[in-house]
């Protein structure tokens, strides 16, 4: 029985899985292949990266025209900057792919004998080359998470693969494939010596980056309907607007998306059951409660400077893109954490909700507040009681607070979103977008109105607008007012409530916290000072 994959390379058999192959654009790379190209493929971690190459080695081998081999050299970055023991790793990574996927134990002696007869700094090219010239085929060597490698281990073996390259074909791999997470342009390798050589210096034999892109919309459609295919269990057709904002088509988080909906979800094991946007919904909070490993992989980049200075500005909405470095944004892209076209963004819904909770988890679980606090007999949230609330939390602890957090750009935006999750967990739910320029944070807040229904039934909607006070108070609510109107209008919401942070340290708090209802074009919005 096939299955949603969430670890390691897809099988053919085992897993539902996009045909590899066509992923990866076929012709390009068979072309660069007979040109004798050496070049980098590199999508954000576990995207499909494993599986393409794994399937790209099998069609070569059996079309006969080459020799090709994965290996993945990642238990090299154990030893570091110890280049002796590092390029030993790799090629006894190499000679053990070999092994399994050739059948060739050979390799294994060439590396006794070349590493008898050379030093490291030259014992990958003898490797390599008396592969070349002992196969009867031209031979592509894929060399994957080449940069788990670290400093000195790192420069060695890009250097060895640039001093190769003039003996191909004929002693020496006709094509190399590095792959990665990032382009081999954003390794920034930091030798013993304190020296900082970039990658593209180290491995300027380079001539294309090819980047493995996400699922498209109908891609991720069809590995859910191979699940209906196989068992007859039908999904709500609803379903896959939603799985499309979420994911975007990142290959994990589709098939996670997946499995929670058909295997962890215990009644949804009976494959007579339809699976309904309701059952989506508790899947996706499921997700996101669990804290996956991909997640944490997600959340572990953002202590990054690099990643911290896009991400920062996107919730904070303040920056223009021509004030954000070029080649962080694109470094923060490469680890699919950001999209850039057509405007730049958190890459899913998925992340816009992960990333705020996480950073801000220490204070959701420690705030002194209930939603019981909140929710009327009718069992609605009553706002205006909320939000002053939190007006007087911000008034006593922001100071505090704020300190705590590594985000401290977006602090105010961050302590309110951590106030209202503690609020609406496991009641509802809160989606996010971030506007990069637009100086705001928009928030809509969803409150199921008959628990029995949840979302099926009515459903309380509240935009809430947040904004930084830039420049005068005037132009800010003018500007706010608007935004938020324009929000309320596209998210179909009847209440609406714009908060505006007055960051001036020398304002008095009295100054700061104030309530006011203002109109906007026939609609009512109450505005809030924090």
Known sequence: MRY????????????????????????????????????????????GKTSCLLALMHHLNAQGRY??????????????????????????????SAQV??????????????????????ALVGFLSRWAQESAKPVILMLDEIDALVGDTLISVLRQLRAGYPQRPAAFPQSVILC????????????????????????NIKTKSLRLGNFSRAEAENLFQQHTTDTGQT???????????????????????????????????????????????????????????????????????????????????????????QEDMQYVEDLGLIATRPQIRIANRIYRETIPRELTWTVQVVLPYEQAWYVTPEHRLDMPKLLAAFQQFFREHADAWLERFDYKEAGPQLLLQAFLQRVVNGGG??????????????????????????????????????????????QTLAD???????????????????????????????EKIWQKTESHEGRMIQVWGA
């Not at 045909?19 to 068979?30: A, F, K």
């Not at 706010?480 to 209008?489: K, V």
Request: charged share 30%; proline share 5%; net charge negative.
């Open 235 to 325: 999904f709500a057709p609803e379903i896959f607007d939603e799985l499309w904002e979420d994911t975007q088509g990142q290959p994990w988080l589709v098939n996670a998306m997946g499995y929670e909906l058909t295997w962890e979800d215990k009644t949804a094991r009976d494959r007579g059951i339809p699976i309904t946007l309701e059952h989506y919904s508790a899947a996706r909070e499921r997700l996101i409660q669990s804290r996956a490993t991909h997640l944490d992989q997600l959340i572990d980049k953002l202590r990054e400077p690099r990643v911290h200075r896009v991400v920062a500005e996107l919730m904070r909405g303040e920056a223009v893109e021509d004030q954000l470095p």
């Open 101 to 122: 996927y050739l059948r060739d134990t050979r390799f294994k002696t060439w590396k006794r004998e070349v590493l008898n007869e050379s030093s490291a700094a030259f």
């Open 67 to 96: 020799q090709a081999l994965y290996a993945n050299i990642e238990a090299a970055q154990a030893v570091r900057s110890d280049v002796d023991r590092g390029i030993e790793t790799v090629m006894d990574s190499i000679a053990q």
């Open 480 to 510: 706010g007012l608007a935004q938020t109107a324009d929000y309320a209008d596209r998210c179909g919401a009847a209440e609406a409530h714009l908060i505006i942070f007055d960051r001036r340290p020398d304002a008095a708090w009295d």
């Open 4 to 47: 949603f994959n969430t670890a390691g390379p897809s099988v053919p058999g085992q897993h539902y899985m996009i045909d590899p192959l066509q992923r990866l654009d076929l012709p390009d790379v068979e072309a660069l292949l007979d040109q004798q190209r050496y070049f980098v493929l590199h999508a954000p971690r576990q995207t």
């Open 180 to 203: 990665g997470v990032r382009d081999v342009r954003d390794y920034r390798i930091h030798t013993k010596d304190k020296e900082i050589i970039t990658g593209g210096s180290a491995f």
């Open 429 to 474: 739910r809160i989606n996010r977008e971030y506007g990069l320029g637009r100086r705001r944070t928009d928030l809509l807040l969803e409150w199921p109105l008959d628990q029995a229904q949840g979302y099926h039934g009515p459903v309380q909607r509240v935009v809430i607008e947040l904004k930084l006070l830039h420049k005068s108070m005037q």
